[in-house]
């Protein structure tokens, strides 16, 4: 089955550490996306990326970083930097001249304490 | 900028019609998107509108006018499954851009 995953689905930190967080698909897609979504709010951008190494930053990048090794996977960063890191992140992919439709995985719940 | 406006709050009662609207303000506007998120899940992808007029896929139909920067989703012949989050999203000559979101709440 084609499909888009993340792990782990819920991931603990302490404050002062880094995290990556795993996104893979298997859609055959060349563009993919990572969101943070907080409570009651829409999802915002972190990056995109629209071909393998090459990505761009969304409007709220800024503690985070990505690589676009392999058309598959799109890691992301959450460096110390990022000021409120606590939140539920979704990663997606879609056709590239279709991001209208984009394909989510189930999303990682960030804890940091 | 870019940015949409969309209920916080419906609730509408099982077997019921509903309808979701959406404005948006967004430069190079190619059109209209909408997701649905349960509780705890994932978006899903549920309509894509760039002309003008109605799309119709089962019980939902989602409309544009582009001349008004309006949309709205319409869901018919509720059910206590429909209960979710949904958002309306522009697509255009930046990345894709989410509205907040309108929560529904199916009651019997």
Known sequence: DGGITQSPKYLFRKEGQNVTLSCEQNLNHDAMYWYRQDPGQGLRLIYYSQIVNDFQKGDIAEGYSVSREKKESFPLTVTSAQKNPTAFYLCASSMRDRDYEQYFGPGTRLTVT | ?108
């Open chain 2, 1 to 108: 900028g870019q940015s949409l406006e969309q209920p916080s709050e419906v609730t509408a009662v099982e077997g019921a019609i509903v309808q979701i609207n959406c404005t948006y303000q967004t430069s190079g506007f190619y059109g209209l998107s909408w997701y649905q998120q349960h509780d705890g899940g994932a978006p899903t992808f549920l309509s894509y509108n760039a002309l003008d007029g109605l799309e119709e896929t089962g019980r939902f139909s989602s409309f544009l006018s582009r001349s008004d920067s309006y949309g709205y989703l319409l869901l018919q012949e509720l059910q206590m499954k429909d209960s979710a989050s949904y958002f309306c999203a522009t697509s255009g000559n930046t990345p894709l851009v989410f509205g907040k979101g309108t929560r529904l709440s199916v009651i019997a």
